[in-house]
């Protein structure tokens, strides 16, 4: 039982560049999210998704989309990356009211 | 939306002191309050929750209080321990909602 994982774990991109930062849980839940983490910023909601098929943006959508591709995965990408997407992010997954998250994914925009 | 405002930004007790974080939100509807520790370099970690119907929970060492009419909610660490160590974050959501999290209190304890 892995819970949530995410790949990679490290990537530096360069401005304008693409990329998807994938998140895949085992534990049949039901909901996905997002995060971004940024010094002093606490975790900032990017998208969700409440079911397989549904997604909806959160406080800081701007810059992403997201795919939920089944109830097991749910990927973010970044159409053409820009130096304020440097951040950690951090998918995470619900069956109820706890959000159990992955290990992260440390991105640096140059 | 909900806001959720949490203070201290960072904490310093010697070991064997309490600490105490305390948050407040904005939305009256929110009902579940949960508090995540996150180590350096590691994922946040649920480490206690807290209903709107209930007013305090503990689990061991770590305690949580709801003020539901004056909408603010506190993490109580005793007896602390250079493993408390780590980031805390407060979180606020109605029902089975999305979470507004707060902007993270640093707990450094000295040996």
């Known amino acids: 039982n892995a819970g949530v994982t995410q790949n990679p774990k490290f990537q530096v991109l360069k401005t304008g560049q693409s990329m998807t930062l994938q998140c895949a849980q085992d534990?049949?839940?039901?909901?996905m999210y997002w995060y971004r983490q940024d010094p002093g910023m606490g975790l900032r909601l990017i998208y969700y998704s409440a079911s397989e098929g549904t997604t909806d943006k959160g406080e800081v959508p701007n810059g992403y989309n997201v795919s939920r591709l089944n109830k097991r995965e749910f990927s973010l990408r970044l159409e053409s990356a820009a130096p304020s997407q440097t951040s950690v992010y951090f998918c995470?997954?619900?069956?109820?009211?706890?959000?159990?998250f992955g290990p992260g994914t440390r991105l640096t925009v140059t | 939306g909900e806001n959720v405002e949490q203070h201290p930004s960072t904490l310093s007790v010697q070991e064997g002191d309490s600490a105490v974080i305390k948050c407040t939100y904005s939305d009256s509807a929110s009902n579940y309050f949960p508090w995540y520790k996150q180590e350096l370099g590691k994922r946040p970690q649920l480490i206690i929750d807290?209903?709107?119907?209930?007013g305090e929970k503990k689990d061991q060492r770590i305690a949580v209080t709801l003020n539901k009419t004056a909408k603010h909610f506190s993490l109580h660490i005793t007896e602390t321990q250079p493993e408390d160590s780590a980031v805390y974050f407060c979180a606020a959501s109605k029902g089975y909602s999305t979470l507004t999290f707060g902007k993270g209190t640093m707990l450094l304890v000295s040996p």
């Open positions: 807290i209903r709107s119907n209930v």
């Open positions: 995470a997954s619900s069956g109820g009211s706890e959000q159990y």
């Open positions: 534990m049949n839940h039901n909901s």
